[in-house]
């Protein structure tokens, strides 16, 4: 599928739609099999910096220091998470993912992090991961190279 961009409640971010296809990058793909999705370097600085500036924005937070518990995630913040993070496909679909879909929370250390990691190669797919995919339906018309998304109340 075509990734056409990246929003973050509203605001469409400055990310080059090649950077979600070759030669920037192997392309993106939807995979249940993933547990995060990946972005390829380039794509996920300017999401990653989109979120620090949505967060010191709105609410004021800033983001926390890495931590040696949390260390694959590069993004966390110490308060609860709001907004909405839009994923926009070339047609018609568009995936709206919310803050459950988004963040993971971590109790026990008091924080949440983004759970949309960076690709840990230089190459390599932009990858939706099954975290992302959780509770929404995927249609794909083949014939039509089409794909479609809903809500889906499980």
């Not at 949440?112 to 975290?131: D, V, W, Y």
Request: aromatic share 12%; glycine share 8%.
């Amino acid at each position: 599928m075509k990734l056409n961009g990246i929003s973050i409640n509203g605001g469409l971010l400055p990310i080059d739609p090649a950077l979600f296809m070759p030669p920037a990058s192997d392309g993106f793909y939807i995979d249940s099999g993933t547990e995060n999705s990946l972005l390829v370097g380039k794509v996920y600085d300017i999401l990653q910096q989109g979120m620090v500036d949505y967060f010191q924005d709105y609410y004021g937070w800033l983001p926390l220091n890495r931590t040696a518990r949390l260390d694959h995630y590069e993004l966390c913040s110490e308060l609860p998470s709001e907004g909405r993070c839009y994923v926009h496909f070339e047609g018609t679909a568009n995936l709206e993912l919310d803050e459950n879909s988004i963040f993971k929370v971590f109790d026990q250390a008091n924080q949440f992090c983004m759970t949309i990691l960076r690709l840990g190669s230089k190459e390599g797919p932009n990858i939706l991961g099954a975290l992302q995919q959780a509770n929404y339906r995927f249609l794909f018309d083949a014939a039509a190279s089409k794909l479609s998304s809903a809500k889906d109340i499980c």
